[in-house]
């Protein structure tokens, strides 16, 4: 039995380091902010703890601005203009199915805030980002100055935009991926080839009969 939770939690272990998002530069550089006096527009930083470079916070907030305007324009747009389609799917045994994106993405949005913020975090999340507050109003309903108020706005920023990109298997972010239907895992769709005419092979032909005399 002890060896038995013992060996899960090693499983565990070694998936969670295995799906482990790898950041690189090429990945941040379009993000940055060229303003930014912690990475001065590069986007990756040098970590205080392990000194390995890590990325930045505008890097996080660029990737949440993006997805959270998505997810404004979405819910303004109006619901008879979102329409059914249908998309591949990583399933075992069907590769189709029909889904409405747009809503799954609005739902994916206020889920994922839902499950990696805390408490109080989400409460200011719905209050400014999900029902439009503006600060004075949020500072007046939190009690909170409006120092704190914004400190805690960009770190909400920070926390989401790094989920929203780490999200296994599917993230929200790139946009382009969540709705272009990229499927992880699909076979690789097949290029058109240049159509080849069987090669005909030059029969012998048989001797004609001799007409016998
Ligand atoms: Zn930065």
């Given at each position: 039995?002890?060896?038995?939770?013992?060996?899960?939690?090693?499983?565990?272990?070694?998936?969670?380091?295995?799906?482990?998002?790898?950041?690189?530069?090429?990945?941040v550089?379009?993000l940055a902010k060229?303003t930014c006096?912690h990475c001065?527009g590069?986007g990756?930083?040098?970590?205080?703890?392990?000194?390995?470079?890590?990325p930045c916070n505008c890097v996080f907030r660029a990737?949440?601005?993006?997805?959270?305007?998505?997810?404004?324009?979405?819910?303004?747009?109006?619901?008879?203009?979102?329409?059914?389609?249908?998309?591949?799917?990583?399933?075992?045994?069907?590769?189709?199915?029909?889904?409405?994106?747009?809503?799954?993405?609005?739902?994916?949005?206020?889920?994922?805030?839902?499950?990696?913020?805390?408490?109080?975090?989400?409460?200011?999340?719905?209050?400014?980002?999900?029902?439009?507050?503006?600060?004075?109003?949020?500072?007046?309903?939190?009690?909170?100055?409006?120092?704190?108020?914004?400190?805690?706005?960009?770190?909400?920023?920070a926390?989401?935009?790094?989920?929203?990109?780490?999200?296994?298997?599917?993230?929200?972010?790139?946009?382009?991926?969540?709705?272009?239907?990229?499927?992880?895992?699909?076979?690789?769709?097949?290029?058109?080839?240049?159509?080849?005419?069987?090669?005909?092979?030059?029969?012998?032909?048989?001797?004609?009969?001799?007409?016998?005399?």
């Amino acid at each position: 039995m002890y060896k038995d939770v013992r060996f899960v939690c090693l499983q565990r272990c070694l998936e969670e380091f295995l799906s482990r998002f790898e950041w690189n530069r090429s990945e941040v550089l379009g993000l940055a902010k060229e303003t930014c006096t912690h990475c001065l527009g590069f986007g990756m930083r040098d970590n205080g703890n392990t000194g390995a470079p890590s990325p930045c916070n505008c890097v996080f907030r660029a990737i949440f601005r993006a997805c959270y305007h998505r997810f404004r324009y979405l819910v303004k747009t109006e619901k008879h203009i979102s329409r059914t389609r249908m998309e591949h799917t990583n399933g075992k045994e069907q590769r189709l199915a029909w889904g409405r994106r747009d809503e799954e993405y609005i739902a994916d949005f206020c889920i994922v805030a839902r499950r990696n913020l805390t408490a109080s975090e989400h409460k200011l999340f719905r209050f400014h980002f999900l029902l439009g507050a503006d600060w004075k109003l949020c500072c007046r309903q939190l009690k909170m100055n409006r120092g704190d108020f914004f400190h805690e706005v960009y770190r909400i920023q920070a926390k989401l935009g790094r989920v929203l990109r780490e999200l296994r298997p599917y993230s929200l972010f790139p946009l382009d991926e969540y709705f272009g239907g990229a499927v992880r895992g699909a076979p690789p769709r097949r290029t058109p080839t240049v159509v080849e005419m069987p090669v005909l092979k030059r029969r012998r032909l048989d001797p004609p009969l001799r007409k016998v005399a």
